[in-house]
């Protein structure tokens, strides 16, 4: 459904996105994951027609945006950052001058907007004005302004952005229902809603691809991915690392610590990690291990590391020039303003 390919954005000598390449299949949810200025934005603006790529290509549903933008805003609902409503306006007139810049059939509009407002929880306050109602509830007409003409491609851009706890777990449900019969790219900074809404995972840093996959894919790539921590009875601390070999090749295993765990003799506290890439280690097998070389467990955990650790250990390899970046991207986008007004 989508298709990005070695796509480059340059504001004046700033590369804001750097040769960036992936793809989204049909029915997919991605989310997509940068700290602030790494690019996550500028790619949104391109898969959407609002900006070109400087170098490369993106299709989407079959349709080059760089060929035909107009084509491609058809097939796509967008949510900025920025909600675009006007708040002079109810929220039953907004959707509906949205239905028809959107070109719908005029006997399709009432259906359209009705199952928008449904869609999104808005039933209650359609008939107001937009600048009366909360930044969550501006936030769901957003939503249901890039859903009224049924998209087969959904680019939310912080969607989460502004909702109560209760707004965020019907917004999530509204997107893991969507994304059963559309292709979602869904930005966040929320790393939460990503491991509970999306099939894969995108983070982007410094403009360049630093991970892309499903979160366990994405995990299995880096060394030391589960943490096990052991409380053991039955040896010192130089008897446990000798049996710690018997236990898997020393090679396989990283970050070993071991200390007395307290006063009482022979309990040692055992910490090491093991990739998660499907040949580490489980319960059982440590279990087994202990019962050979006679120690007693008492107590074992499992860390397994989580997206927000991913998050931070492949975004901080890099320092993005955040400052240069949004300071090009903004004047950029100023001068476009201002060619348009």
């Not at 989508?2 to 029915?27: C, L, M, P, W």
């Not at 199952?115 to 039933?123: P, V, W």
């Not at 650790?309 to 300071?327: G, K, Q």
Request: proline fraction near 4%; charge should be negative.
């Amino acid at each position: 459904m989508i298709s990005v390919q070695n796509i480059t954005k340059r504001y004046g000598t700033v590369e804001a996105v750097k040769d960036v390449s992936f793809t989204v299949g049909r029915d997919q949810v991605l989310g997509f994951l940068g700290p602030n200025g790494a690019g996550k934005t500028t790619v949104m603006k391109i898969l959407t027609g609002y900006h070109f790529p400087t170098k490369g290509e993106a299709v989407v549903d079959g349709v080059s945006v760089q060929d035909n933008p107009v084509e491609v805003k058809k097939r796509i609902g967008y949510l900025p950052e920025s909600v675009p409503v006007y708040g002079d306006l109810t929220v039953d007139e907004y959707l509906s001058f949205i239905a028809d810049a959107r070109l719908i059939a005029k006997p399709e509009r009432r259906n359209a907007r009705e199952a928008a407002i449904a869609s999104c929880g808005l039933e209650q306050v359609a008939s107001k004005r937009i600048e009366t109602l909360s930044k969550g509830y501006k936030q769901r007409v957003g939503l249901a302004q890039a859903i009224i003409h049924d998209p087969p491609i959904l680019i939310l851009d912080e969607p989460m952005s502004g909702l109560d706890p209760n707004q965020i777990i019907e917004i999530r449900s509204l997107i893991k229902r969507l994304g059963k019969r559309k292709t979602v790219i869904l930005s966040t900074h929320i790393l939460q809603e990503v491991e509970a809404v999306c099939s894969q995972a995108l983070i982007i840093s410094d403009g360049r691809i630093a991970a892309q996959g499903t979160p366990e894919e994405i995990a299995g790539t880096l060394k030391g991915a589960d943490t096990w921590r052991l409380t053991l009875k039955g040896a010192d601390v130089d008897g446990v690392k000798e049996k710690l070999s018997r236990l898997a090749p020393m090679e396989r295993l990283s970050g070993i610590t071991l200390d007395a765990a307290g006063a009482e003799s022979g309990v040692v506290a055992l910490s090491f990690s093991t990739p998660a890439d499907g040949t580490g280690l489980d319960g059982e097998r440590i279990f087994d291990w202990a019962v050979a070389e006679q120690l007693k467990i008492l107590g074992m955990n499992q860390k397994k590391i989580s997206l927000e650790d991913i998050f931070v250990r492949l975004t901080s390899e890099t320092r993005p020039a955040n400052a240069a970046a949004n300071a090009a991207a903004n004047a950029a986008e100023s001068a476009v303003e201002e060619e348009v007004e």
